[in-house]
């Protein structure tokens, strides 16, 4: 008699302007996995009335009800897929938003240098703020994961996926307890239903990549405006928290 094959909810949490989408593209290209783009993004801007590329395409056409979307990440998979992959931004999860849904997932981090974050997030934003690039959120996540599990969940770094990417993802799969399938490494180009309708404002980059594209890690910009400087100064502390964590390939 076959074992049935137990499904498990990954939520992967990050700030914008990270190789977020990639992952997403990375684990979507998984045979057993289905995946969600950014599932309270809609909550996030009907809640906070802030003025994103497509706001009130966004809010129309998905989910805006944070109750019912929790319901849904912890709800039924398709037949034949065991593995949920949901892309978090971690900005979405607002104070009054109820956090007892998130026991029923496994959690995943992925973090990027604030201050490249911030100056990404600054060309389409603009307006960087602490709660915008979602470091204090990520850390308050990740330390409830730590109280309720009693285990530290998996970090990983943008930079470090970037230079190593098969043997980053096999030691991210291994700590997840899930099969690393080399499928995660290459993907086809373009767009997926899968995408949120934000995509076409944010997702140029990724619709032309087909794998995760190796690179050195490349020296800090020299000249950041001041209040830039200052607000990456005041997100480090969170950042340096959740780096002292990270996965290695080693």
Same mark, same amino acid.
């Given at each position: 008699?076959?074992t049935a *094959?137990a499904?498990?909810?990954?939520?992967?949490?990050?700030?914008?302007r990270?190789?977020?989408?990639?992952?997403m593209?990375?684990?979507?290209?998984?045979?057993?996995?289905?995946?969600?783009?950014?599932?309270?993004y809609?909550?996030?801007?009907r809640e906070?009335? $802030?003025?994103h590329?497509?706001?009130?395409?966004?809010?129309?056409?998905?989910?805006?009800d944070?109750e019912? !979307?929790?319901e849904?990440l912890?709800?039924?998979?398709p037949n034949g897929k *065991?593995l949920? $992959? #949901?892309k978090?931004?971690s900005q979405?999860?607002?104070?009054?938003v109820?956090?007892?849904w998130l026991d029923?997932l496994d959690?995943?981090f992925?973090i990027r240098d604030?201050l490249?974050?911030?100056?990404? $997030?600054?060309?389409?934003?603009?307006?960087a703020s602490l709660?915008a690039?979602?470091?204090? #959120?990520?850390?308050?996540i990740?330390?409830?994961?730590?109280?309720?599990t009693?285990r530290?969940?998996? !970090?990983?770094?943008?930079?470090d996926?970037q230079?190593?990417p098969e043997?980053?993802?096999?030691?991210?799969?291994?700590?997840?307890?899930?099969e690393f399938?080399?499928?995660m490494?290459?993907w086809?180009?373009g767009?997926?239903s899968t995408?949120?309708v934000?995509?076409?404002?944010?997702?140029e980059?990724? $619709?032309?990549? *087909?794998?995760?594209r190796?690179?050195k890690?490349r020296p800090?910009p020299?000249?950041?405006?001041?209040d830039?400087?200052?607000?990456?100064?005041?997100a480090?502390?969170y950042?340096?928290?959740?780096w002292?964590?990270?996965?290695?390939?080693?």
């Amino acid at each position: 008699m076959k074992t049935a *094959t137990a499904v498990k909810r990954i939520a992967m949490w990050s700030g914008p302007r990270n190789i977020s989408t990639a992952m997403m593209r990375s684990f979507g290209n998984r045979s057993d996995t289905v995946v969600c783009d950014e599932p309270l993004y809609a909550h996030y801007l009907r809640e906070t009335g $802030y003025r994103h590329p497509a706001a009130d395409l966004i809010i129309e056409h998905h989910e805006a009800d944070w109750e019912k !979307v929790a319901e849904w990440l912890t709800g039924s998979l398709p037949n034949g897929k *065991t593995l949920f $992959y #949901q892309k978090h931004m971690s900005q979405h999860m607002l104070d009054h938003v109820g956090r007892d849904w998130l026991d029923r997932l496994d959690h995943a981090f992925l973090i990027r240098d604030p201050l490249r974050v911030i100056l990404s $997030y600054n060309e389409i934003i603009g307006d960087a703020s602490l709660e915008a690039i979602g470091l204090p #959120q990520q850390l308050e996540i990740f330390e409830r994961v730590i109280e309720k599990t009693g285990r530290v969940p998996p !970090v990983v770094d943008s930079e470090d996926i970037q230079a190593a990417p098969e043997p980053m993802l096999r030691r991210l799969c291994e700590k997840m307890g899930i099969e690393f399938m080399d499928s995660m490494l290459h993907w086809p180009p373009g767009p997926r239903s899968t995408d949120g309708v934000w995509g076409p404002h944010w997702y140029e980059k990724t $619709y032309g990549s *087909t794998w995760f594209r190796p690179v050195k890690p490349r020296p800090r910009p020299d000249h950041v405006p001041p209040d830039l400087v200052e607000l990456a100064e005041r997100a480090e502390p969170y950042y340096r928290k959740l780096w002292s964590y990270r996965i290695t390939p080693d």
